[in-house]
């Protein structure tokens, strides 16, 4: 049993294209996490979000508490948006989602 | 400013030997975490850090892990008689505070032959 889930688990979109990641959760949180990981393995924390949303740039990340569902919108995709992203929850502990594998081609 | 940084950047040990990994938080994070990422599995927490207290030890794997923060900086995390199935990246993450954005460090790549 998850207690986070993510979809899709793969992502090939053309560059311009609006890209939606989805997470749902089983578990009572304090706060949701949106990560990126880079091939080569480095690890950029995007959002910290606990609910609404939030806009940093390109991307949109959003929260219903009372769904347990998050989305994560980039709009006008680059290739250089091109990584894994991770959700994570933050509750009694941590889990995180099994990651999002983004390809944006040129 | 500075980041998180770990050491070694890379391990390899022999089944059975103990190993040390060591991270470096940013400057006044309170918070320090500490998580695996095996190859082609996603992110397990294993411990956090509140000061150099350790209110969640739950996602520790195993007795033969363990870790220590002293002055509520410097962490290590060891690993007692290592197994192959230890191999993994293991990444340090640091915060102001648990109810703020986490920075990561480069993690340190173990393998264990």
């Known amino acids: 049993k998850n207690e986070v889930e993510q979809s899709p688990q793969n992502l090939t979109a053309q560059e311009g294209e609006f890209i939606t990641i989805n997470c749902s959760y089983s578990v009572g949180i304090s706060a949701l996490h949106w990560l990126q990981q880079h091939p080569g393995g480095g690890i950029v924390s995007l959002f910290m979000?606990?609910?609404g949303k939030k806009k940093h740039g390109r991307l949109i990340a959003t929260i219903n508490i009372q769904e347990k569902h998050s989305s994560l919108h980039i709009t006008a995709s680059h290739p250089r948006d091109s990584a894994v992203y991770i959700c994570?929850?933050?509750?009694?502990?941590?889990?995180f989602g099994t990651g999002t594998s983004l390809t944006v081609i040129p | 400013g500075a980041g998180v940084s770990q050491s070694p950047s890379n391990k390899v040990t022999e089944k059975g030997k103990d190993v040390e990994l060591r991270c470096d938080p940013i400057s006044g994070h309170t918070a320090l975490y500490w998580y695996r990422q095996s190859l082609g599995q996603g992110l397990e927490f294993l411990i956090y850090?509140?000061?150099?207290?350790?209110?969640?030890k739950s996602g520790l794997p195993s007795d033969r892990f363990s870790a220590e923060r002293t002055g509520g900086s410097v962490s290590t995390l060891t690993i007692q008689r290592t197994q192959q199935e230890d191999s993994a990246v293991y990444l340090c993450a640091s915060s102001p505070d648990r109810r703020e954005t986490q920075y990561f460090g480069p993690g340190t790549r173990l393998l264990v032959l």
């Open positions: 979000l606990s609910s």
């Open positions: 850090f509140q000061g150099n207290s350790a209110p969640d």
């Open positions: 994570a929850v933050a509750g009694n502990q941590f889990y």
